[in-house]
Each structure stands twice: as structure tokens, then as C-alpha cells.
């Protein structure tokens, strides 16, 4: 067996032992349920309290606001459509304002609550040919029928930072009183200090899988009292917005990669910066390689690529057969690499869009794995060039 | 592997063969469906197939070929009063075509697939013949392969009745062993039908249907598109209470003619010439071979005519072809083994 090179971070990131280790004492024997009164109820009901503490300094609110969720997608699910809902139950029109960039998590989530609620709409804002949310549509979008506007904080894909201080001050000046304001947060968790960057947005999504804590382990952060419908209201659990019993050890796994996330996060960013620049240096010189968006725009951990004439599934076959874990970013519940929406809203042609490649990286990638990617998608690419 | 019984078995048994297998399912079809092969339930069968062998499984997206070599190309054709096969188009440009030159780029040898249909080899020839399983044999959709692509081809359950293939996938434990064979054209949702696949995409025309030899209008249908020359369903009887076949399909004119068996049948095929494709030697003018018109139609005998374009003689009176269609061509020595395939011209 080939030795493995993740590079697939941005997918799901390596478990931490700290976190497995935290989890643990939770995950045998009895676990009281946390609504309960006696003892082992309390003892798990002071370890999500202490949990949600975690999360919300790491954010940057209160306590109060963090609700705990199965995840990335429930968390950005609860945010629009119990935003949309809480919105309709005072207005005959609501409207629902996202990038096109957006991960399925959001646009889906707006898809739904349109399709499935009479007065519901949702309005698409374009991006520039960076990825960057364009300003300028998004007051375009706004009028006083919104009911939330979504922009992620990071995309998934390219890595690509967007502003979200001009996106709150669109919508917060736009409309008299304001309208909600939501951002996927899950991509830039591994790298941004959130209580800045999110520090103008209403609701926050993050999830732990992506900075080495459990999966179906995530929150939704509410930095300011927004309306807010619970989607799943049954036992009143996480003050009406999340009912069902709380699950313990996913908390206490999200509070400790929170927790080491924050602590390592400027040293982590030194040291993959430089990576970055490595990695873009060495696949600029390769044929047909285009790097998708400047570094500056990026967080350090991603590096997107399109390759023309040459299609993902190729390279990433090679790839996996030499041992390297990459992805092509987008892919349809099949497993199949699709052609990406967010490719296409920055204009990129389909026929390079079909050979995108995201090498992603974490706290833990070495400057010898990077060496050794180059050196093999090297070969993997000047052999598809050879026999294209 | 498509997540069906038999290419499950086809991975698992050039495994056993001692192969080093890789697994891969094609996603093609990137609409709604409700059968074929692309759902993600199939995708699913196939990577617990892969997984239940040891194997790697990886899914690659030919959506946008699927699309242009086979889902235009079949709108198209409707519009055009042409019946075409999309199997045979399917496995003509993508599974081989694009994939064969995908699995030579990454460095295999050969591509095997779950098809009822044989290679035989004799001294460096390879010819492709029959499945042994006549009600599940596939040479017909595989007959425009030539010597280079057979000869890299296996199809490790050619030789198997359908029955002898769910022995094999219950031996090897695998899930699909008692999955129902798939039946219709994948991309179009059984449910719905062809009608409304082709209604999302273009105008029908409405059509009147007229009795070939008095010219009297005799009915009416909402899609001369829908029309098949040789189509007996749906066409009234008529008033000799004979069965009625559609002859001719005009899209264009709004015109559909019909006609008793006798009035309608043919003696002779023509054939695109650009379409013409023939495993080795192209057969010579007035040589005899046996040909099938539909994946499971009636085998006829007729003469190659070549003077100079290319038709085929019947030997006997057949129902007739649709422009658009696909006529394998077998060796009238050896009735199992394909010569060739092409596309029937207009009349």
C-alpha cells in the first residue's frame, strides 16, 4: 500500500486525538440526558454548557446564542428557512438573498423554503470573476420583502474570502430596521478569527468535522437577537430552535477542536501561507494549469487549480492510485465530480471547469507531503498531457 | 459496473481470473430518471458490489458526452421522423469510445463489461459473437466494435445463461444478485414516458394519419414524433378489420401512412453510407449475410448490394425499418459472429 498524502481537508479534516480522547468519557455506559434533573443528567447537562462557553468565545458571542446542531448543513438550514419562517409569519413576501457561490447546504435550504412556502422567493447575487460576492448586485437584490441575506464567509472550493462587512452594511442600510444576516462560516473556521470576521453578521454557521472534530457535530451562532423559527420543534431542546435530545459527546467533540483551532490559529497560518505559495509556484509550470483565484483573496489552506484539456476524474484517479487524497470540489451525491456551480458563476469556461482540482491542508501538513504532491501530480499531469 | 447483476459479476469474475480490477460506474445521465442505470441507488450497488470484491470503485461524470452523443442526437431524431437507438449510441461513443481511450490514458489494458455478447479469438483476430444466453444476448448493441476495441475488450459473462450469472453473484456475495434486469431507455422516466420527456424539450406535431393506398384520413395522432415505421400499437384496425402498420412518417407535412401488412413490407434496406462499420473485411457486392434490425428482432437473410451505394436484399419480406435504426450484419457460415453494423437510410 502506497503511503497516504491527504489533501482532502476541506472534505473532512483528520480527527484529532485530543478530540477522540474528550469524547470518550461520553460515549460508554451511562450518559444522562441532559434535560433530566438528577445526577448523571447534570453531569452532561455542565458539559454542553461548558461546551456551548467554547463555542461561543470562539465565535465571538453569547452563550445564549449558540445553538447546537448535527452539523454544517442543518446549522445554514436552520438559519434560512427558521429566518423565512419567522419572517412570513409577519410579512406576505419574503425573500431569500444568497450568492450564487454558495455552498448546497444554503442554496438548497433557499430552494426548499421557495418551492415549499407560498410568498417565498429566493434571489440569486452574482460574483465576479474572482469569486467575490459583487456588492453592487447584492444592493440590487435587497428591497424591504427580504427576510435574510446568506453569504458564506470562505467558499468551499476555491477558498475565497468574501466581504462581509460591505454585505452587512448593504443590508443593514438598505432596508429601514434591517434584515437578518446569515454566513456559512464552516470553511474559514479552520483558519479565520471569527469574532472579527463575522463580527457584522447576525447568525453564524460553523461545524466541527472540518477542524478535526466529529462529524454530524455543528452550531448555529446567534451574535444578535434575530426572528428565528425552530424547523424541528419537538421537546423544545436548545430554547425551541433545535429539539431533540442533545448529544453530549458531538458538543464536547466540537468545543475541543474549537478550542485547539483557536489556540494553533496564527501558527497554523504562518507556517501553511508558506506551503501555499510553495504548492501554487510549482503547478503554475504546469501545462495547462490556471490557479483559480489570487492567494491574497484565499485562506491558506486551499489551492485551486483548472487544468484545460485534461478532466478531473483522470487526475484524480492517478492521484488516488498514487496515493494522494485531492477532490475536484464539486461532486453530486453519486460520488461523480460534476461541473461546479460556483466555477460557473465566476464565468470560468466549461471545458476548463471540468478539469478543477482543490488540494486542501491543514494544521498538520508537512513542507516534505507538499514536496511529494508536487512530484506526483507533476508526473500524473504531464502524463495525461502526453496522451491527451 | 451500472450497479446491475451482470457487470457485478463481469468485475468479479476477471478478478478471479487473476486481473488487477478497478471498478468504475459512469454517471451519464445527469436529469431525473427512474430506472436505467445512473441513480445514485444504482452508484450505490455498484461501489457495495466493488467494496464486497475488494476492489477500488471510482464514478466517473460523462454527463456532458452522454448528453451530446446520445440524448441530442435522440431529440434530434424524433424531430427529424427517425427512430433512433440511444443504447447502441451510448455504447458506441461512451462506453466505447470515451472510456476505452479513458482506461488506455490511465493505464490499463482492457475494459470488461457485463454484456451478453462474446470475444472470440483466433490467432490475433478477435471477432465478436453472440451471447450464449439468445434471450439476453447484447451483439446487437455492440456491433459497431471493431478489431482494435475487441481486442482489448472482455466480456467475462458472454458465455452464461442469465441464470448461470445470479449463481456466480450469489457465490460471490454480491448485493445485485437478485437485482431485476433494467429494461428501458435510462434517461427517460418510465413513468412518465417518452412523450413527455420529448414535450419538455420540443414542439409535437400533430399528425394525420392516412391509409397508404386510398389516401383516405383515417385518424389522428398528437406527435408524428411518437411514430415508428413499422409501429403496429395504437394504429385502429381498418375497415377490412386488418391490422393496420405505420409505413411512413412525415414529420415535416403532418403525415402519417399507414397500411395493411402486405402494403407495408419491405424487400430491401438502405444504408448510410457514413455509417457503415464492419469488425474486419467489408462484405463484397451479391455476398449473403443474416441481419437483425432491433436488439431482439427477427434475424433475415439478405444480399449486400453495392452499386455503388450500399443497400441489402431480403430474402423474404420483412416488416419495415425505420430510417434511423441500426442493422447488425452476421455471417451467414457462423449466424453467431457480427460482420458489421450501419444505419438505415430512407427508403
Redesign the interface.
Known sequence: MTEQLYFDHAASAPRRDEVADAMERWQHGVVGNPSGSHRAARDARRAVEEARDEVAAFVGAKPGGVIFTGGGTESCHLAIVGSTLAHRATHDRSVIVTSRVEHDAVLDAAQFAASQYEGVEHRLVDVDAEGVVDLESLRAAIDPDVAVVSVMTVNNETGVCQPLDGVSSIAMGTVPGGVSTHTDAVAAAPWLHLPTVTASMDLISICAHKIGGPVNAGALVMRREVPLLGVVPGGGQERGRRGGTVDVAACVGLATAVRLTQKELVDVNDRVIDLQRKLCAALSFLPGCAITAPAARKVPGTVHVTFEGV?S??V???L?QAGVCASAASS????????SHVLAAMGVA?ERA?GSLRLSMGPETTEDEVDQLIAILSSVIY??DA?? | MSGGVDSSVAAGLVLEQGHEVVGATLKLWGGVSDSGCCSVADVDDARRVAQTLGIDHHVFNYTDEFNRHVVEPFVRAHVEGTSPNPCIECNRHIKFDVLFDRARRLGFDAVATGHHAQVLEHDGVHELARGADEKKDQSYVLGYLGEEQLASLLLPIGAMKKGEVRVHAERLGLRTWDKPDSQDVCFIEASKGREAFLRQRVTLTPAKIVERASGDVVGETDAAELMTVGQRRGILPGRDGEKRYVAHVDVARGLVEVGRLEDVVINHVNLVESSLSFTHDEPGNRDEVLIQCSAHGRVVRATVVRDPSWALRLHEPARPVAPGQTVVMYRIDEPSIVVGAAIVASP
Do not use: M, N
Open positions: 478532466a476524474d483522470e484524480l484517479f492517478l488516488d453530486c451525491s453519486s460520488g461523480a465530480a460534476i461541473t466549461p471540468r502524463r495525461l496522451g491527451a
